[in-house]
């Protein structure tokens, strides 16, 4: 296992939820953390009350010019980049027939499309620095849940891509894997139509039962997993399910 001390790692979608996890457990670990995200008042709040080792970079992984903003700024702040952590997301809840294309579009890009062309853009740091690609997947692309057609579909093209990739990269000494987390209590789902934090929590948990374990995860246990993939040196083109149990289909209600 590589040391993660003094590691660059780069997480979009750092200012809240999985991503701020993601962060604060890497930088507690001895990482040097560059978080991006659209919106500066969170991300830079986030930074600052982690301390030195992170980093901001106010960004959308869907703008070219950002991207590039983005992976500098990691370059610059950690010395290098070892690792991407593509966790940036956006998700569209509703029934197929109220589905507008732009609204599909806009998940895809920032989903996958953004996602792959910002890990082209890091691959020469990652290349010199033999790191790693993790991303973020769902069990979304394992169970079907009604209404998240766009959001299942980009999770299920993510983790397709983590195996061409892995393929891909792989002569090159960089490890691309994926993180398949359950339901765990983001600002995300709090978007995508549950505004009021307690009624999004309070649907979330209503999953607690469909877990084999019987509870919602929290952002620092995708973290470990996340931690994890960036540090094993001989695993690559993995799907690693951390979903309390939910992908098996059982309920404890």
Request: glycine share 14%.
């Amino acid at each position: 296992m590589r040391p993660i001390e003094a590691m660059s790692v780069l997480v979009t979608g750092g200012g809240s939820g999985i991503g701020e996890g993601i962060a604060r457990h890497l930088c507690a670990a001895g990482a040097r953390v560059t978080i991006s995200g659209r919106r500066a008042d969170k991300i830079d709040a986030v930074a600052a009350s982690i301390g030195e080792r992170c980093r901001s970079v106010v960004g959308d992984v869907t703008v070219a010019a950002d991207r590039e903003a983005m992976i500098a700024g990691a370059v610059e702040h950690g010395g290098g980049l070892d690792a991407l952590v593509n966790n940036a997301g956006n998700m569209y809840r509703g029934p197929l027939d109220e589905l507008a294309e732009q609204e599909l579009l806009d998940v895809f890009h920032t989903n996958v499309v953004g996602a792959m062309m910002l890990t082209q853009g890091a691959l020469p740091h990652l290349v010199d620095a033999r790191g790693a690609v993790v991303f973020l997947g769902s069990t979304h692309s394992q169970r079907a849940f009604p209404g998240a057609s766009p959001y299942a579909a980009t999770k299920g093209a993510v983790e397709t891509l983590t195996g061409v990739l892995a393929a891909e990269l792989g002569p090159m000494g960089v490890r691309v894997s994926c993180v398949r987390p359950g339901a765990v209590f983001t600002e995300l789902n709090q978007r995508a139509g549950l505004l009021e934090p307690d009624a999004a929590r309070e649907r979330l948990e209503g999953l607690a039962p469909a877990h084999a374990l019987g509870r919602i995860g929290t952002p620092t246990e995708i973290a470990e997993a996340v931690e994890y993939l960036i540090r094993a040196e001989w695993t690559t083109g993995a799907v690693m399910t951390v979903d309390g149990g939910l992908g098996l289909g059982v309920t404890n209600a």
